[in-house]
T-cell receptor, first 113, second 108 residues
Framework: DGGITQSPKYLFRKEGQNVTLSCEQN?????MYWYRQDPGQGLRLIYY???????QKGDIAEGYSVSREKKESFPLTVTSAQKNPTAFYLC????????????FGAGSRLTVL | AQRVTQPEKLLSVFKGAPVELKCNYS??????LFWYVQYSRQRLQLLLR??SRESIKGFTADLNKGETSFHLKKPFAQEEDSAMYYC??????????FGTGTRLTVIP
């Protein structure tokens, strides 16, 4: 069953803690993306990676970090520096590094208590 | 700076009526635009893109560079069209900007 798997689906975190969201794809896509979705604000790009061992900041990268050690995996760490981390996080991938046709995961909802 | 505007957060139409979801963009380069859709309990997915000039599920969208618009249209709405619709703009930096979305409800 090909696609993008995000885990966990729901996550609760105390203030001051870092948390890592997992994103794995078996589509053999080159590029992967992390978006944040907030009510009334649409999707905003956090980070993206077009190839292994390379990634670029999106519009709201502050307080987040990523790695791309394997083609299939693009984990997102929400650090304690992120001032408003409670949100819905979406991972996506695309073939050939083009962001035009994205395949999305089901999302992870992070709540900071 | 690039921007995508979807002026309607909510849109309700009756089944069989025409529907138009508005999208306006602001971008200094050559725009490449898309519509993504999220049905209830499903993942966000691509509906159509302007370069394909195709009709998907009866929906069409024409890029109007003069009015900087990419409105999504369907002549006869169906109940299964009820969903959240996002307009998106691809910039030269390989960054896909999304609008804030319009929730379409088709009333039986």
């Amino acid at each position: 069953d090909g696609g993008i798997t995000q885990s966990p689906k729901y996550l609760f975190r105390k203030e001051g803690q870092n948390v890592t969201l997992s994103c794995e794809q078996n589509l053999n896509h080159d590029a992967m993306y992390w978006y944040r979705q907030d009510p009334g604000q649409g999707l905003r790009l956090i980070y993206y990676s077009q190839i292994v061992n390379d990634f670029q900041k999106g519009d709201i990268a502050e307080g987040y970090s990523v790695s791309r050690e394997k083609k299939e995996s693009f984990p997102l760490t929400v650090t304690s520096a992120q001032k408003n981390p409670t949100a819905f996080y979406l991972c996506a991938s695309s073939r050939d590094g083009g962001a035009n046709v994205l395949t999305f995961g089901a999302g992870s909802r992070l709540t900071v208590l | 700076a690039q921007r995508v505007t979807q002026p309607e957060k909510l849109l309700s139409v009756f089944k069989g009526a025409p529907v138009e979801l508005k999208c306006n963009y602001s971008y200094s380069g050559s725009p490449e635009l898309f519509w993504y859709v999220q049905y209830s309990r499903q993942r966000l997915q691509l509906l159509l893109r302007h370069i394909s000039r195709e009709s998907i599920k009866g929906f069409t969208a024409d890029l109007n560079k003069g009015e900087t618009s990419f409105h999504l249209k369907k002549p006869f709405a169906q109940e299964e069209d009820s969903a959240m619709y996002y307009c998106a703009l691809l910039t030269g930096a390989n960054n896909l900007f999304f609008g804030t979305g319009t929730r379409l409800t088709v009333i039986p």
